[in-house]
Structures are given as structure tokens and as C-alpha cells.
């Protein structure tokens, strides 16, 4: 599976980005897909997953500001980040597992993205 994200930027706090992952390959043993960050000196962290049932989570800091969705025609991966903050400042992993949503963690996901990065001015 490889996953190639686009879409971040530099924005103003308050402002929006949506970020894209693109997969391709085999993708008939993922049971779920997400979005991961990490700050410089801080771990990586999951934002928001998606089953492929369409099942949602999301991290308590970006409840209610950002939300995760996918268009499985399109192979596509999205997540919408509203009311951004500065401590939103990452760089965003999009990422796929054949864990279910739940059991989703960034020790066993399998695939990963490059990488795109996010920063929010004050």
C-alpha cells in the first residue's frame, strides 16, 4: 500500500486546510485508515481514523474541528480541519491499517505516508 498525502500549509489560527491522501496498491486487508501528528520532541499521535465501514474517531484536542472521510472510489483519504490552533502545528501523517479502529496505534500500523506539514500562526 503506498498513501501520498497533500494539502497542508501555512494558515492563520482560526483558519481551515484539508489535507489528502491518495492510496494505491493492495488494499483489500485495511480495515482502517487515519491521520496521524507529531511536533517536534512530541509522539506521534492519532487525530482521527475511519473504518471501512465508514465508523468514525477522533482525539479529544480536534473534537468538533476537524472531521475524517474517504471516498473509496477515488482511493481517497480526507481530513477537514476547521478553527485551527497553534498547537495544531504538526507534521500530518495519513496512515493505514489492518487493525480495526479501535485498535488502531501508531506502534502497529503498517502503512505510512511522507508526510505533510501543518503550521498555524498566532
Known amino acids: 500500500v503506498q498513501l501520498v498525502e497533500s494539502g497542508g500549509g501555512l494558515v492563520q489560527a482560526g483558519g481551515s486546510l484539508r489535507l489528502s491522501c491518495v492510496a494505491s496498491?493492495?488494499?483489500?486487508?485495511?480495515?482502517?485508515m487515519g491521520w496521524y501528528r507529531q511536533a517536534p520532541g512530541k509522539e506521534r499521535e492519532l487525530v482521527a481514523a475511519?473504518?471501512?465501514?465508514?465508523?468514525?474517531r477522533y482525539a479529544d484536542s480536534v473534537k468538533g474541528r476537524f472531521t475524517i472521510s474517504r471516498d473509496n472510489a477515488k482511493r481517497t483519504l480526507y481530513l477537514q480541519m476547521n478553527s485551527l490552533k497553534p498547537e495544531d502545528t504538526a507534521m500530518y501523517y495519513c496512515?493505514?491499517?489492518?487493525?480495526?479502529?479501535?485498535?488502531?496505534?501508531?506502534?502497529?500500523?503498517?502503512?505510512w505516508g511522507q508526510g505533510t506539514q501543518v503550521t498555524v500562526s498566532s
Open positions: 496512515a493505514a491499517s489492518e487493525a480495526h479502529l479501535w485498535e488502531m496505534r501508531a506502534t502497529t500500523t503498517a502503512y
Open positions: 496498491g493492495t488494499i483489500f486487508s485495511i480495515n482502517a
Open positions: 475511519i473504518s471501512s465501514g465508514g465508523s468514525t
